[in-house]
């Protein structure tokens, strides 16, 4: 089914990725396996195999379009997206397309571009959608403590990364398998570095 979803889709996400490029990426979520298994012009640093904790979401068959919505990227910016329901010949769910946009380089010309910014048609990420949305609440905690901080992502040391990786630990946030690696890339770091301030920090 995943082989299938994907040789179906992934030309249609390359498409849509290439055309807006470098400003759109398209992620292919497989609603059998629950995982990432397409990932066209990356810019969220998810990798495929991650988790997609789509458990919960409850397709309606009249709403084949989910959003638009908003929320943060690693690097704090705003990302809008929509969420489109992909269904096999049986007329059954088998994925979500999700197309992100990033809305940093309209933001730059928000008075140029005001119609597209401000949409009165944008709403809240929809709860029945990544209700454990591990990645969102990563992103949201990371930049709500370098702002406690007075730092940024691209001026931490070593020291003060290790400090987050133990904030994060606290809030639960290594819980999924895809945690710690989508954090060392974040962070910069390897993936054992990230593991061995985990098993450290647990030891103690």
Not at 15 to 23: D, E, I, K, N, V
Not at 31 to 39: E, R, S
Not at 43 to 57: F, M, T, V
């Amino acid at each position: 089914m995943a082989g299938s979803f994907v040789a179906r889709y992934a030309p249609v996400a390359d498409g849509l990725a290439a055309l807006f490029h470098p400003h759109v990426e398209v992620v292919l979520h497989d609603l059998q396996t629950q995982t990432v298994v397409h990932i066209a012009n990356n810019l969220s640093r998810r990798a495929l195999g991650d988790e997609s904790a789509l458990e919960d979401l409850v397709v309606d068959p009249g709403k084949p379009v989910i959003g638009p919505y908003e929320k943060v990227n690693w690097d704090g910016g705003r990302i809008r997206s929509v969420s489109i329901v992909a269904r096999g010949d049986d007329g059954v769910a088998i994925g979500l397309i999700c197309v992100n946009m990033n809305l940093s380089v309209f933001e730059a010309a928000r008075s140029a571009l005001s119609l597209l910014l401000d949409s009165p048609v944008v709403k809240p990420q929809p709860e029945t959608l990544f209700r454990d949305d591990w990645q969102e609440r990563i992103n949201a905690f990371l930049q709500d403590w370098l702002a406690g901080q007075g730092l940024t992502l691209a001026a931490l040391s070593r020291h003060q990364k290790r400090e987050l990786i133990h904030a994060l630990e606290a809030q639960g946030a290594f819980r999924g398998r895809s945690a710690a690696p989508y954090v060392a890339k974040v962070l910069g770091l390897s993936r054992a570095t990230v593991f061995n301030h985990l098993r450290a920090l647990r030891a103690a």
